[in-house]
């Protein structure tokens, strides 16, 4: 067996989404319109006599910060796959802030636990078992459907296993500040904002970046959403007529263009993505 595995997950920025409950953990999700980004997990895999998880924020190229020592979704998948191992998963984005991180760390783990374990299982079985933890733990709803290839997506029907109309974004830039996190999970186990949201979805795929932008905005509002401290960074936005909208779930704004990062320096630190061109794979196996 090889010493160790790493895979890469991008993370995916949901703009518009509806809940629906199938008759099926495949079948459950979300429907909705979101952003693959360039930026998401990675996931270093060592074997072990029992599974730990390490979550690291990335500071700077070569230093990075433990903000968490567990991680249930991963502790979860890794138990249904039959292997323990130390696990370390590094990002430069906010956990837990509507990147799609813990969908992103759970492609990145398994793929690479899947390569040093040799367990054979496809990258559709990989992304199967990573959206059923997200459904067990709440930790999202289509995020893993989502980042399972790149582009601009528009997901019309939900779960693991339907068609995804990914638009491609090469070329567009977009920037992305985040106050915290909100929890996923109390937001999408909450009758009443799933009701919000439910009235608020418009089941449109964005003919254009610009296009997606219009779309999650208006359904930002009307769900009800958008918490007070961000609406500062919307009007700023506003006011120089870039293309913004609220980061679903988290506290957080992201514009389209590359005049965004400006603005959004006013009311912080933000950070520049662009559109992620695939989706989860495995970087190394030694
Ligand atoms: N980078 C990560 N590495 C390992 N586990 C993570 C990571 N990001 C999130 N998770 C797990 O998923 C849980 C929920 O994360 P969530 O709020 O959905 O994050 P996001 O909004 O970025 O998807 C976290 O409490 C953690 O257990
Ligand atoms: C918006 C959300 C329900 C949660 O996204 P996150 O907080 O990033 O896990 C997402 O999973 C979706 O289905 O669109």
Same mark, same amino acid.
């Given at each position: 067996m090889a010493e160790s595995a790493v895979g890469f997950s991008p993370g995916h920025i949901?703009?518009?989404f509806r809940r629906f409950d199938g008759d099926s953990m495949e079948s459950t999700g979300s429907c909705g319109g979101g952003i693959v980004i360039d930026k998401g997990v990675y996931a270093v895999v060592t074997p072990a006599r029992e599974t730990s998880v390490s979550v690291n924020v990335a500071r700077s190229a070569d230093e990075d910060t433990c903000i968490a020592r567990t991680s249930p979704p991963i502790e979860y998948a890794l138990?249904?796959?039959?292997?323990?191992?130390?696990?370390? /998963?590094?990002?430069?984005?906010?956990?837990?802030? #509507?990147?799609?991180?813990? $969908?992103? *760390?759970? @492609? +990145?783990?398994? /793929?690479?636990?899947?390569?040093?374990?040799?367990? #054979?299982?496809?990258?559709? $079985?990989? *992304?199967? @078992? +990573?959206?059923?933890?997200?459904?067990?733990?709440?930790?999202?709803? #289509?995020?893993?459907?989502?980042?399972?290839?790149g582009g601009i997506v528009c997901r019309k029907e939900p779960g693991i296993s339907s068609s995804i109309i990914r638009m491609n974004g090469s070329g567009v830039t977009l920037s992305a500040l985040s106050y915290g996190g909100l929890s996923t999970a109390d937001v999408i186990t909450s009758p009443a904002q799933m009701a919000r949201v439910k009235e608020a979805y418009s089941a449109e795929c964005a003919k254009s970046p610009q296009d997606f932008f219009r779309i999650s905005r208006e359904f930002a509002e009307k769900s009800g959403l958008i918490p007070e401290e961000i609406r500062p960074i919307l009007d700023a936005c506003d006011e120089h007529g870039i293309p913004a909208s609220m980061t679903m779930l988290g506290k957080g704004v992201f514009a389209l263009g590359d005049q965004s990062f400006s603005v959004l320096s006013e009311f912080g630190i933000p950070c520049e993505l662009h559109v992620a061109e695939e989706g989860f794979r495995l970087i190394e196996v030694k």
């Open positions: 949901s703009g518009y138990e249904r796959l039959g292997v323990t191992a130390t696990v370390k /998963t590094i990002t430069s984005l906010p956990p837990g802030a #509507g990147f799609g991180l813990s $969908a992103a *760390a759970l @492609l +990145a783990t398994l /793929t690479a636990a899947n390569a040093l374990f040799e367990t #054979g299982l496809t990258d559709d $079985a990989i *992304a199967r @078992l +990573a959206h059923i933890s997200e459904l067990e733990h709440q930790t999202g709803l #289509g995020d893993v459907a989502a980042c399972t290839g």
